[in-house]
């Protein structure tokens, strides 16, 4: 029974940690996007091997973030959750790991789905710090790379405030973008951030607009 067990672990693995190599790399290059501070460099040159050799063949991925906010040093805490369906203390343990590192904001990838009861855990989570859930699927390709999304940028709020003193226009009468939006769920935006958007154009060699999110 045991080496059952072992045998199908060990097949499962095989399947998932292609998929979690995929993932850690769009992640680096996610994080780098908004900031943060990657350890490796050279992530993307990394190839599937060697990353089998970091992780010692295992189907983990978790690790620690951080990035400079003025004179404060921020950290992020991510995980991914394995399981079909995850429940109340899957999400539970993964805040008492985020307070455990110390961490500011948390990300959790899962293949699964989340129950009722870990989704409610996870809206009072939020109520307190920043938890983003990602499922695995969404991390497989980076979705910025794609020929067709244009290129995002997040204004600071001195950046945000100049745009509308220079338009003389209220946050309203901007164009929105919502936060379940592909992009800005993977830049991390909140309600009310304003993002500059760069498009490729025929006539203007470049079309620039701006959306706020909400």
Request: with cysteine.
């Amino acid at each position: 029974m045991e080496a059952q067990i072992e045998y199908e672990m060990e097949q499962n693995n095989k399947y998932l940690l292609p998929k979690l190599f995929r993932v850690w790399k769009t992640l680096n290059r996610m994080m780098e996007d908004r900031g943060y501070i990657i350890e490796n460099e050279n992530y993307s040159q990394m190839t599937y091997d060697d990353w089998l050799l970091k992780t010692n063949n295992k189907a983990t991925l978790n690790g620690i973030y951080y990035k400079k906010d003025g004179e404060n040093i921020v950290r992020l805490y991510y995980e991914y959750l394995e399981g079909n369906k995850l429940i109340a203390s899957d999400i539970g343990n993964f805040f008492g790991k985020m307070k455990e590192a110390k961490a500011d904001s948390g990300i959790i990838v899962i293949s699964g789905i989340l129950s009722s009861q870990a989704k409610q855990k996870l809206a009072d989570i939020n109520s307190e710090l920043q938890v983003e859930c990602f499922n695995i699927s969404e991390l497989m390709v980076n979705i910025t790379e794609h020929t067709y999304v244009p290129k995002h940028i997040l204004l600071t709020h001195e950046q945000k405030k100049d745009l509308l003193k220079r338009y003389k226009i209220k946050e309203n009468q901007l164009p929105k973008i919502l936060t379940k939006d592909p992009v800005a769920k993977y830049l991390g935006l909140k309600k009310g951030d304003v993002v500059k958007i760069i498009r490729d154009s025929e006539t203007a060699g470049k079309y620039v607009t701006y959306r706020i999110t909400v």
